[in-house]
């Protein structure tokens, strides 16, 4: 069975730091590309990041591009999401999501975790 | 990018069907057919329901199909049930090479 589970989530002052994990079993993490996905308390799905199966191509949205890092660790089944310079708009439940295969650039995501909340706050 | 436009709310009868429209410009719906549907039930995690315009996952009711026209792509959902309340996103590939997702639409099954 296929398994995501985030962590690393918390409360942060503005311009803080933070590291999500997600940690994956259940399949070949190696062989697939991962997603971050963001959902702001009542408001709808946002896109953040992508990495592919190798690490070779990695992409952002602009909203967090030059403050968020993508990567991924294969041998320890892991991806991750540093976090810095973090700002009140970034308060949001952050999913990890396991793309259908290995390039970083087909967004079809058919297994998500449950998700891990940053709350951006002074 | 900006968000794909979706309809807030849409509502139905048990035993109906409803559309789902998402608009989107030939930067995105329009130019790929890479269109995907997700339903997030409250407090749950998104479900992939249609993905590439018109394709259903294995294990996803019959009862949801997709299709796309122009910058317009559409989930159907036929035969309400009452399990099918949720919000729906739809999600398209765009040419800077990231997705982009609509706003979200909160379906209620009357």
């Known amino acids: 069975e296929v398994q995501l589970v985030e962590s690393g989530g918390g409360l942060v002052k503005p311009g803080g730091s933070l590291r999500l994990s997600c940690a994956a079993s259940?399949?070949?993490?190696?062989?697939?590309?991962m997603n971050w996905v963001r959902q702001a308390p009542g408001k709808g799905l946002e896109w953040v990041s992508s990495?592919?199966?190798?690490?070779?191509?990695?992409y952002y949205a602009d909203s967090v591009k030059g403050r968020f890092t993508i990567s991924r660790d294969n041998a320890k089944n892991s991806l991750y999401l540093q976090m810095n310079s973090l700002r009140a708009e970034d308060t949001a439940v952050y999913y990890c999501?396991?793309?259908?295969?290995?390039?970083?650039?087909?967004?079809?995501?058919?297994?998500w975790g449950q998700g891990t909340l940053v709350t951006v706050s002074s | 990018q900006s968000a794909l436009t979706q309809p807030a709310s849409v509502s139905g009868s048990p035993g109906q069907s409803i559309t789902i429209s998402c608009t989107g410009t030939?930067?995105?719906?329009?130019?790929?057919?890479?269109v995907s549907w997700y339903q997030q039930h409250p407090g749950k995690a998104p479900k992939l329901m249609i993905y590439?315009?018109?394709n259903r996952p294995s294990g996803v009711s019959n009862r949801f199909s997709g299709s796309k026209s122009g910058n317009t792509a559409s989930l159907t959902i036929s035969g309400l049930q009452a399990e099918d309340e949720a919000d729906y996103y739809c999600?398209?590939?765009?040419?800077?090479?990231?997705?982009?997702f609509g706003g979200g639409t909160k379906l209620t099954v009357l």
């Open positions: 999600s398209s590939y765009t040419s800077s090479s990231t997705p982009v």
């Open positions: 999501a396991r793309a259908v295969d290995s390039s970083g650039y087909y967004y079809v995501l058919n297994y």
């Open positions: 259940g399949f070949t993490f190696s062989s697939y590309s």
């Open positions: 030939s930067s995105d719906v329009g130019g790929y057919n890479y």
């Open positions: 590439d315009v018109s």
């Open positions: 990495i592919s199966s190798s690490s070779s191509y990695i």
